[in-house]
């Protein structure tokens, strides 16, 4: 690991998901709104949001169960807080024979288990859940795309994770599982995470020797699209040429997910993405997609650049962005009375407030600055 790298490492540790209650909130005028907004949104989860079984909308899986009380979990909540036990216990008994955790028959076991893992690490405080965690993560590397699926490293499908009937790798589904892999231990050298980067990088817009897909020269702007497999697909629709268009969530997933993967800041990949990033900077649409997907997205924007490590994210036109704090502010606007949020737009279940509001609680998670951060208060 290179000096260079060291800031954007060291930022990224502080990331993970063991940062639990020893965060801090923001300070000065952000405080009061943090505090309240966070408030608000758990006293609608703990009062609103849970079934009589523990889980949290169960009609999707119980990939929400797990988002919710990983986001309860890093908004300082314990074991100990019925909530939180009653979602843990529910996800504990999703744990399956081969070590997934996902419900029955489910078409989402990569999606579902990455989730787990990720709440299973926020709660594993003492050592209970190492070897579940180590269990689930076998499990992730068995359903990643490789030599076991038939894929070598030239295929277009090589790395990835996916859900769905035909389990296509997607680069959504990556993200997740670079983010589980990394909760699980894995370092940036481990195998399933350089298969993960080696799915990631073949996402962008911007052919290298690390990507060299027929979409890459068609539309070289440096953002990232859906995925690259089964003939390509961007959510955000195509070029006239035939280029798969970028958009704001799944370049932020890119971003954050090569980081954790060890690519170095001075790496062409990281600069495109990031130039992509600051000609679009937006907290009122996820760029390319307007509202369908917002919430997933201010999380993974969130997420990403927490990960990278700048106070202030300055754009394209050289205005330096304090996004802790308008980030703040916006999520605060957009929240309901009765303290949870939900998106008009309801495309990919952000119509379900519990998801929503499990999303923004994550998001805000990144808005704070830990007792590190801030001089050891």
């Given at each position: ?148 699926e038939g894929k070598d490293a030239s295929d277009f499908a090589y790395g990835g994770g996916g859900y769905g009937k035909h389990k296509r790798p997607d ?70 040429n035939g280029g798969l268009r970028s958009y704001g969530s799944m370049t932020y997933a890119g971003l954050k997910s090569m980081i954790y993967a060890g ?67 916006e999520l605060a606007s957009r929240q309901q009375d009765n303290g949870a949020w939900v998106n008009e737009n309801d495309r990919w279940l952000e119509g ?26």
């Open positions: 690991m290179t000096k260079m790298w060291l800031p954007l490492f060291l930022a990224a540790m502080a990331a993970s998901p063991s940062i639990g209650a020893e965060s801090a909130s923001p300070a000065g005028a952000d405080a009061s709104t943090y505090e309240r907004t966070v408030s608000k949104a758990i006293e609608y989860l703990t009062t609103k949001g849970q079934a009589e079984d523990g889980s949290f909308s169960r009609h999707a899986g119980i990939g929400v169960t797990a988002l919710v009380t990983t986001a309860l979990l890093r908004h300082g909540r314990t074991l100990h807080d019925p909530v939180v036990a009653a979602g843990i216990k529910c996800l504990e008994s999703s744990v399956q024979p081969d070590g997934g955790v996902y419900q029955p028959d489910t078409l989402y076991g990569n999606y579902e288990t990455c989730l787990a893992i990720l709440c299973f690490q926020e709660a594993n405080k003492d050592g209970r859940y190492d070897r579940l965690i180590q269990r689930a993560d076998c499990f992730l590397k068995g359903i990643q795309w490789d030599e076991t680069l959504s589904n990556t993200s997740f599982l670079v983010d589980a892999l990394r909760a699980a231990g894995n370092d940036v050298d481990s195998d399933a995470m350089q298969r993960a980067l080696a799915f990631v990088s073949r996402c962008q817009n911007l052919e290298t020797e690390h990507n060299t897909t027929p979409f890459a020269s068609k539309e070289p702007d440096g953002g990232f699209y859906y995925t690259c497999a089964a003939g390509g697909s961007s959510q955000a629709g195509q070029t006239p690519v170095r800041a001075d790496d062409p990949r990281v600069k495109a993405a990031l130039a992509w990033l600051r000609k679009h900077y937006d907290l009122k649409s996820n760029p390319g997609m307007g509202a369908a997907g917002l919430y997933y997205y201010y999380h993974t924007a969130a997420k990403a650049l927490d990960a990278v490590g700048e106070e202030t994210f300055v754009d394209q036109d050289g205005t330096r962005h304090d996004w802790r704090a308008e980030l703040i502010a379900d407030p519990n998801l929503v509001t499990g999303y923004a609680l994550l998001a805000l998670s990144y808005c704070r600055k830990t007792n590190a951060d801030r001089g050891g208060e």
